[in-house]
């Protein structure tokens, strides 16, 4: 199937093209044809997939179907996070290039009064984070009620992060009727269900990954460590080598995160470190110098798990491995997009090891092993899962001096 036999406007094909987009993503495929019917959506796919030009799109196409002046907002994208947020308004200007529909986007982070002044001026689109326009609403700055698109994406996190009461505080906002359309890396978990039926209306179910899957495109391998400066010394190897053009390093900790940036520069290798304590203003410098090139390495926390859409990223390294599956799909997401191939390298310790078990369980299916010549570890992963189990030693429990005998209380008759 190609773009054109999605009966997409010219305009929006130009777009298309411009992006060097070739042909739609499955997931695009089947949202767009049903969003276009004006249908409710609940929508599931892996991330990397092209999710966010999969909703997009037909928002488009329904304010060029429809292109009546208002001086309220249309179409309504709730986004869990301020980087996704800020994602997604970045694809509506690019896919919209040539349909000149005013957007904004409304995130914490931000001077309030800019926010507020882009809200008084005609606006067709607004992508936002619950809270912040929950917020701006309840002051009365804003009005939902000529809202006639909802999308709400990766609704799976936003539950996570327990924001599903900002968005029904905003659902009644919106007193007529509207198209919802509801995005999730996963449609697994009664919380979600019980969201999207509050939400949508007898809703088209896609699922075109299943929750444990990951995007095709990506080679995933993994390494032994015996420790630390095992670890750095491998990750050093891999940053150098030639086929490593753009390398984004997970840490699980802030610290660990800022540690290890410190000494990738003692190395003289070119990286900077993101992490949730900085400024959006300082996020957004710290990204775009990566997304230039201007630094090959970028350390960051899971705050850039998600929301980052930056091509070109040829390496994802896990230096710690996540505590949870869908966090792994996540990070390693961040390569291997818009049908481009990425590798997704684990780095792991003799006390990663479970973490490492629980996330092949998650995929179903087993990582590779690799090793570099000279850097081999000095155990195998088959040696240490059959070591005998240390027992558990059984706590002394020191004697104590005799409680003194109690004396009887004397009844008093």
């Not at 968005?167 to 009664?190: H, K, M, N, R």
């Not at 590779?368 to 992963?381: D, V």
């Amino acid at each position: 199937m190609t773009f054109e036999e999605l009966d997409l406007d010219p305009k929006l094909l130009s777009a298309i093209e411009q992006q060097h987009f070739h042909k739609p993503t499955p997931i695009q495929q089947q949202a767009i044809v049903e969003m276009l019917l004006s249908k409710d959506v609940l929508a599931g796919a892996a991330t990397g997939t092209g999710k966010t030009a999969a909703f997009v799109l037909p928002a488009l196409q329904f304010l060029l179907d429809d292109p009546r002046p208002s001086s309220q907002v249309r179409v309504l994208i709730l986004a869990p996070t301020r980087e996704l947020a800020i994602q997604i308004h970045k694809v509506i200007k690019q896919l919209g290039s040539y349909c000149h529909f005013e957007s904004n986007v409304i995130t914490g982070g931000f001077a309030a009064d800019k926010q507020l002044a882009a809200l008084q001026t005609q606006l067709d689109i607004l992508v936002a984070t619950p809270g912040r326009l929950l917020n701006i609403m309840s002051k009365e700055y804003i009005d939902l009620s000529n809202v006639e698109l909802l999308i709400i994406d990766e609704a799976d996190r936003m539950l996570d992060m327990g924001q599903g009461p900002d968005v029904s505080a905003l659902i009644e906002a919106i007193p007529g009727d509207f198209q919802a359309a509801c995005f999730s890396a996963t449609l697994a978990g009664s919380g979600l269900a019980k969201f999207a039926e509050e939400v949508l209306d007898n809703p088209t179910v896609i699922q075109v990954d299943a929750a444990n899957q990951q995007s095709q495109q990506v080679q995933q391998l993994a390494y032994l460590a015996n420790d630390k400066e095992h670890k750095q010394a491998l990750l050093k190897v891999i940053l150098n080598d030639e086929t490593c053009q753009s390398a984004l390093v997970f840490c699980n900790k802030k610290e660990r995160a800022i540690e290890l940036n410190d000494w990738l520069q003692t190395q003289a290798i070119s990286s900077t470190v993101l992490h949730g304590d900085f400024i959006q203003a300082k996020r957004m410098e710290k990204t775009q110098k990566f997304t230039q090139g201007k630094v090959k390495v970028m350390v960051a926390t899971d705050v850039a798990a998600r929301g980052l859409d930056m091509l070109n990223i040829t390496h994802v390294i896990n230096y710690d491995i996540p505590f949870r599956g869908d966090t792994y799909i996540h990070r390693i997401g961040r390569t291997g997009r818009a049908q481009q191939v990425g590798i997704a390298i684990n780095l792991v310790e003799r006390h990663d090891i479970r973490n490492f078990q629980r996330i092949e369980y998650h995929l179903q299916h087993k990582i590779p092993l690799a090793k570099i010549a000279g850097l081999e570890a000095n155990y195998s992963l088959k040696d240490y899962l059959s070591r005998p189990k240390k027992p558990k030693s059984k706590k002394k429990i020191k004697k104590s001096a005799k409680p003194k005998s109690r004396q009887k209380r004397k009844s008093s008759k």
